[in-house]
């Protein structure tokens, strides 16, 4: 009986401290079959099955701590990952400044694999420091694959961002 092996895609969520990572991870996973295991201090480790383009795929979410002390984590757990999404909050400018040097840390571990850049918080748009332009060209100048806004309070682009991001694993 053919009961096809699922794929395993590994997907990095990076970014500075309490740009939402976690949170964008956890309204991912919310109401749906989740696997939570804190691996080590600085990564949170989770694990979700779906089905995409008629193929069953194991997700691997790692959501890193963004705090400058866990960045030397970040080259070795980067290894082997298969895309990734580097998140900003769009209410702090200063959270932009540290984007090259996460795309240059998941490039040396990876290699070319998928990356997209987040703007989040857009629930949040009368603080909002960082226009949507901007963004947009800072994934262009990094040669990032695509850019998205969300909301993880608002439910906005949450699903569309991990769909995306498999898409391009995927092709
Ligand atoms: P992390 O450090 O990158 O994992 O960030 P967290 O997910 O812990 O979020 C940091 C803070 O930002 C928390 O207080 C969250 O409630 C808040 N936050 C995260 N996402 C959003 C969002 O979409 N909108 C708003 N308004 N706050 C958010
Ligand atoms: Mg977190």
């Keep these: 009986m053919a009961t096809s092996d699922s794929k395993t895609y590994k997907v990095l969520v990076i970014g500075d401290a309490s740009t939402g ?3 964008l991870t956890h309204r991912y ?3 749906i079959f989740v696997d939570s295991v804190r691996l080590t201090i600085g990564v949170d480790f989770f ?3 779906i089905k995409r383009n008629n193929e069953r795929i194991k997700l691997q979410i790692w959501d890193f701590g963004g705090e400058e002390r866990y960045r030397f984590l970040l080259p070795t757990y980067s290894k082997g990952a298969n895309g990734a999404l580097i998140l900003y ?3 702090r400018q200063r959270t932009v400044q540290t984007i090259p040097e996460y795309v240059k840390i998941v490039r040396e571990a990876a290699g070319d694999i998928p990356i997209l ?3 989040s918080k857009i629930d949040l748009e009368e603080y909002r420091e960082v226009t949507r332009d901007f963004g947009i060209n ?3 100048s ?3 694959s695509s850019f998205v806004e969300i909301s993880s309070k608002d439910n906005i682009n949450v699903d569309e961002t991990f769909d995306t991001l498999i898409d ?3 092709s």
């Design 29 to 31: 996973l919310t109401g």
């Design 47 to 49: 694990s979700k099955r």
């Design 117 to 119: 850049l987040i703007g």
């Design 89 to 91: 909050d769009i209410t």
């Design 21 to 23: 990572k976690t949170s």
């Design 138 to 140: 800072i994934a262009k």
């Design 168 to 170: 391009l694993i995927m």
């Design 142 to 144: 990094n040669s990032l």
